[in-house]
């Protein structure tokens, strides 16, 4: 292991092993509001409307949930006293005007605490468009997205005071120009600015570590300094913009001086977790009912995993509008088997009996094949709308790991383990995160170390990453993985005397079912009644891993197999 790479993993252990000795863990949750209209036909992708508003306000009161503070939760980590028992942090995100029109109105009658992220470009905005306002004098204008849009889309400074003097309005940084996309790759693909190390097209060269961290540092810095010349203080929480951000980002965000972190992963926080405060994010106006449940993350049905395994040698074979179309291709055929997850091999497919030496991103120990992995998944993440895992060999070295997620927006990553016993008795996510950071690699075998400190350098680059073990034999769910994968069975019948096994032995019960992914049999014909089978046994997790594309296409297997229709409520 490299010495940066060895520092960086040392750190992040660092950032964990303090909260953890607390020994203050308080379960909360936390939502992520942002703008909010009083007509349905004025609403937006990430907008709800006045009445659902109130509504879920009006839940909160009647139903015994207590607003917190950022201040609760600090208080709570100390030990200085506990929060409530239902307890919600409610946030608001980029400065919508309507943060002041229509939020803070609320607030003074419910009198909640909230916290606000501003993005401090748009707090400043610009004038330059060339457009006038009736007076004939330019119109400042705000660069949001790839449009420009009046100022007044933001709240001003004026009204931010007002909302902090109340003292119901906390405000926090979502960055100065972080909030847009950056070059990620030749192909052209433009990924979350804190996620992404630059792609320069006229070198040819990505940013190195140095570069990246002085991009983040400066804009978290002018952030800083534009706030507390505007409202008297620096912010304590940085709320990354679209919830993305990485290892070493988290790590200039601290040395800014920045104490807590928010991000858009929908599970509950925990008081123990001050840079990782997740947040559940009600997007296209849902109705009430589906808000309280989801503020719950009760468990009432086994999650539906499906996952799907992919090649991308065929589209590292062509160059140009030839590669795009067949990644079309590719896209097309994931959309019509419905998996949740796709599986993507991060090397070139070696010679018959030879070990893989070739990567398809960037890195410093293997030849280049051809730099496809970045926009392969980061196009099928956007326009398939399944989480991508990457798989790199056993025999690739920590660094090669931590390299590729410094190039690829992965949502996990897939690892070959060794034989290991079945151990999960709570599956939720932060117990999950807690043992898998608390095991110590000598008590392994020597492939599962190796797994293991491939996660580490991983998510040394890419924090929030996922864990989705290969095991020889699927006796149940690690209890330190996120997923089980078990080798694909032999037939129908094998498949279904696998889940019956692990009926058995309590390991498909709902909180925990989703934990083991059962591999369908290679014979075409087996598969769809391999599904059947198990699934009748209450198994709902399953991965088709063909090889090469094309996937299957078969109808009768993209009815059982695709995740559209799961899970099936009475």
């Not at 006229?202 to 990246?212: F, H, K, L, W």
């Not at 409202?231 to 200039?252: I, K, N, S």
């Not at 990644?327 to 070990?355: H, S, W, Y």
């Amino acid at each position: 292991m490299t010495r940066a790479l060895t520092l960086a993993v040392a750190m992040l252990a660092a950032a964990i092993a303090p909260a953890l000795a607390q020994g203050q863990s308080q379960r909360f949750v936390s939502i992520a509001l942002h703008d909010v209209v009083d007509r349905r036909e004025d609403l937006s992708t990430d907008a709800v409307t006045t009445d659902r508003i109130v509504a879920l306000f009006d839940w909160m009161k009647g139903d015994g949930w207590t607003a917190i503070s950022i201040d609760d939760v600090d208080a709570a980590r100390l030990g200085r006293r506990p929060l409530p028992q239902k307890a919600i942090l409610l946030s608001v995100d980029d400065g919508y005007r309507s943060l002041y029109t229509r939020i803070y109105p609320l607030l003074k009658i419910y009198r909640y605490p909230i916290v606000a992220a501003l993005v401090g470009s748009w707090m400043a905005g610009a004038s330059g468009d060339g457009a006038l306002g009736d007076d004939m004098e330019p119109i400042a204008t705000v660069r949001y997205g790839d449009r420009n849009v009046p100022r007044s889309t933001f709240i001003s400074w004026a009204e931010a005071r007002e909302m902090q003097a109340s003292g119901l309005v906390e405000f926090a940084s979502h960055s100065y120009d972080l909030h847009n996309g950056l070059l990620a790759n030749p192909q052209g693909n433009r990924i979350p600015s804190a996620r992404t190390w630059r792609y320069d097209a006229a070198s040819g060269r990505y940013e190195d570590e140095a570069q990246y961290r002085a991009r983040i540092r400066a804009d978290l810095d002018r952030a800083r300094r534009q706030m507390a010349a505007e409202l008297g203080r620096p912010p304590r929480t940085m709320v990354w913009p679209f919830g993305r951000y990485t290892g070493p980002a988290l790590d200039e965000a601290r040395k800014a001086g920045f104490t807590h972190a928010l991000t858009l992963d929908p599970e509950p926080a925990d008081t123990s977790q001050p840079f990782a405060i997740h947040r559940y994010f009600p997007n296209r106006n849902p109705p009430l009912g589906e808000i309280a449940d989801n503020l719950r993350f009760d468990v009432e049905y086994p999650e539906s995993v499906r996952i799907a395994c992919l090649k991308v040698d065929s589209l590292a074979a062509v160059q140009g509008a030839a590669q795009d179309e067949a990644l079309g291709r590719v896209i097309e055929q994931i959309r019509a088997l419905g998996p949740n997850k796709v599986v993507i091999d991060g090397f070139a497919e070696p010679p018959a009996g030879a070990a893989p030496t070739e990567a398809y991103f960037p890195n410093h120990l293997w030849p280049v094949k051809a730099d496809i992995l970045s926009r392969a998944s980061w196009q099928i993440r956007s326009r398939a709308g399944a989480d991508v895992f990457v798989r790199l060999p056993a025999n690739a070295p920590p660094e090669l790991w931590a390299d590729m997620l410094r190039r690829v927006p992965a949502d996990g990553i897939a690892v070959e383990a060794g034989a290991l016993p079945a151990a999960m008795t709570d599956a939720s996510k932060t117990s999950i995160r807690r043992r898998r950071a608390a095991l110590d690699p000598a008590t392994l075998d020597p492939q599962s170390a190796r797994a293991l400190q491939a996660f580490r350098a991983a998510a040394s680059i890419a924090p929030g990453l996922r864990l989705l073990l290969s095991v020889p034999v699927l006796a149940g769910p690690v209890d330190w993985a996120d997923y089980t994968m078990g080798p694909p069975a032999g037939d129908a019948a094998a498949l279904e005397a696998d889940a019956r096994a692990l009926r058995a032995k309590g390991m498909l019960r709902p909180d925990i079912a989703g934990h083991s992914v059962l591999t369908l049999p290679s014979a075409p014909g087996q598969q769809r009644r391999a599904i059947l089978a198990a699934q009748r046994q209450t198994a709902s997790a399953f991965a088709l891993c063909p090889g090469n594309t094309p996937l299957p296409a078969d109808p009768a297997l993209i009815s059982a197999f695709s995740s559209a229709s799961f899970p099936r409520k009475p």
